[in-house]
């Protein structure tokens, strides 16, 4: 069995912490050189995680603003989550 890559283990981890209410709807994610030095991955394999966050609209980029998670109900986001 092929071992999950390391950005999809990221997208998976963030979108645990996301699901647990770690961050909440509305609130906005370490920018991407935190979460790459908290978690010891490059910033590309954060940004991948994030782009694959927000193609499932867990998360919303904002140009300048950070990214946010988007409100959701627990069935919504358990559905998004692949």
């Given at each position: 069995?092929?071992?999950d890559?390391l950005?999809?283990?990221?997208?998976?981890?963030?979108?645990?912490?996301?699901?647990?209410?770690?961050?909440?709807?509305?609130?906005?994610?370490?920018?991407?050189?935190?979460?790459?030095?908290?978690?010891?991955?490059?910033?590309?394999?954060?940004?991948?995680?994030?782009?694959?966050?927000?193609?499932?609209?867990?998360?919303?980029?904002?140009?300048?603003?950070?990214?946010?998670?988007?409100?959701?109900?627990?069935?919504?986001?358990?559905a998004?989550?692949?």
């Amino acid at each position: 069995m092929l071992k999950d890559s390391l950005y999809q283990q990221v997208y998976q981890f963030l979108a645990q912490q996301i699901s647990s209410g770690m961050w909440r709807p509305g609130a906005t994610l370490p920018d991407e050189q935190e979460l790459a030095r908290n978690l010891g991955v490059s910033q590309e394999t954060i940004r991948k995680a994030i782009d694959k966050l927000e193609a499932d609209q867990i998360v919303v980029r904002h140009r300048g603003g950070g990214t946010a998670v988007v409100d959701h109900t627990e069935t919504q986001f358990a559905a998004r989550i692949h």
